[in-house]
């Protein structure tokens, strides 16, 4: 095993790269995979992987060789702003309460359970979460990629964005 495995899905011309940096140091020490629908020059501090034209979720099922060995993946769309975030002490959160994929609060969520107005320090079990920034234990990571795959979907490069949030729970309970 690698240990811990971050996944930036996807990367392109319009990312804040500034802000996608300030991101990745937060992992320090974990493997970096950022995965990418058009060519990026320099300018972010990750293995940057390519495929013409991917929509994210067929980016993400291409990830699947690059984190097979890996323990714990942490998932961030593209250069999604964290704030206040510890990737460990989450972790550490998160097998404490048995949880196998878990997201902190996010700015701008979709949905208010997911938002700002709850405290740092609280843990909720909620019937779906966002993928904005999400971290998987175990096999979450595995299930997740198999409720994307191709298989699913009939598709290896046209991988519809969505969705996905809603029928994690039932795919892949736990």
Same mark, same amino acid.
């Given at each position: 095993?690698?240990?811990?495995?971050? !996944?930036?899905?996807?990367?392109? =011309?319009? *990312?804040?790269?500034?802000?996608?940096?300030? *991101?990745?140091? +937060?992992?320090?020490?974990?493997?970096? #995979?950022?995965?990418?629908?058009?060519? @990026?020059?320099?300018?972010?501090?990750?293995? !940057?992987? #390519?495929?013409?034209?991917?929509?994210?979720?067929?980016?993400?099922? =291409?990830?699947?060789?690059? $984190?097979?060995?890996?323990?714990?993946?942490?998932?961030?769309?593209?250069?999604?702003? %964290?704030?206040?975030?510890?990737?460990?002490? +989450? @972790?550490?959160?998160?097998?404490? #309460?048995?949880? *196998?994929?878990?997201? &902190?609060?996010?700015?701008?969520?979709?949905?208010?359970?997911?938002?700002?107005?709850?405290?740092?320090?609280?843990?909720?079990? $909620? &019937?779906?979460?966002?993928?904005?920034? $999400?971290?998987?234990?175990?096999?979450?990571? %595995?299930?997740?990629?198999?409720?994307? =795959?191709?298989?699913?979907?009939? $598709?290896?490069? #046209?991988? @519809?964005?969505?969705?996905?949030?809603?029928?994690?729970?039932?795919?892949?309970?736990?």
């Amino acid at each position: 095993m690698f240990g811990k495995c971050l !996944v930036v899905s996807a990367i392109s =011309s319009h *990312t804040n790269f500034s802000q996608l940096n300030m *991101t990745l140091s +937060l992992f320090g020490g974990w493997s970096r #995979y950022c995965l990418s629908h058009e060519r @990026i020059f320099g300018g972010v501090n990750c293995r !940057v992987f #390519y495929r013409d034209g991917w929509g994210w979720s067929s980016l993400l099922n =291409s990830s699947s060789v690059l $984190t097979r060995n890996c323990e714990i993946v942490a998932l961030i769309l593209d250069d999604v702003k %964290l704030l206040n975030v510890r990737p460990n002490r +989450l @972790i550490r959160d998160m097998k404490s #309460y048995n949880i *196998t994929v878990g997201s &902190p609060r996010i700015l701008g969520s979709s949905h208010s359970f997911m938002s700002h107005k709850y405290s740092s320090s609280c843990v909720l079990r $909620t &019937p779906m979460i966002e993928f904005f920034f $999400t971290i998987f234990i175990e096999g979450s990571w %595995l299930c997740f990629l198999k409720m994307m =795959s191709i298989n699913a979907f009939g $598709t290896s490069k #046209y991988g @519809i964005g969505w969705g996905y949030d809603v029928c994690h729970q039932s795919i892949c309970p736990g």
